[in-house]
């Protein structure tokens, strides 16, 4: 794979810009999480900065981790190569370690989970999880916690 040049990478930003902000970075999901985390930490698409702090934030990081542009760079295509509708080996290999099959009233159903990663912990959603666990919990969860806590207490230090 040639060398990216700065127009390349500008670009491949901008496209990744434009692909989180559309559905919410769902598309990532195609992707292994540390595939995503190279994404993020090369091409920074979730991080409001300008063309030139990008390429400054591009040169940094290829300083500090040498090989982070080739990691980022395949998973870039095989980000693409998943939106294409094109065979991939990551690809392909993460949906089969994502995907079951269940039985469900006699019938087999697929089933598939895709975690998005996000660079930064997205407090809303994380308030969002943590009010639903509390309204669906039966008291279980709040047991468990109060024993896990009072083992620690016991605990010498």
């Known amino acids: 794979m040639p060398r990216l040049t700065t127009r390349d990478y500008l670009t491949i930003r901008h496209f990744l810009i ?3 902000n559309e559905n919410d970075g769902q598309a ?19 991080v409001p ?10 040169k940094q990081m290829t300083k500090v981790f040498p090989s982070l542009p080739q990691k980022a760079g395949r998973d870039f295509e095989a980000l693409r190569a998943s939106l294409d509708g094109r065979p991939n080996q990551m690809v392909d290999r993460h949906r089969g370690k994502t995907t079951r099959a269940f039985k469900v009233g006699g019938k087999t159903r697929t089933i598939r989970v895709a975690a998005v990663s996000r660079p930064q912990i997205d ?14 919990d039966d008291g279980t969860l709040m047991r468990k916690a109060r024993r ?9 230090r």
Do not use: C, N
Request: glycine share 4%.
């Open 18 to 20: 434009d692909l989180w």
């Open 28 to 46: 990532f999901g195609e992707l292994p999480g540390y595939a995503q985390r190279d994404i993020h930490d090369y091409f920074a698409p979730t």
């Open 49 to 58: 900065m300008s063309d030139r702090d990008a390429l400054a934030h591009r």
């Open 123 to 136: 407090t809303h959603y994380l308030a969002k999880a943590l009010l639903q666990l509390v309204k669906e």
């Open 148 to 156: 896990r806590e009072a083992r620690q207490d016991r605990r010498p």
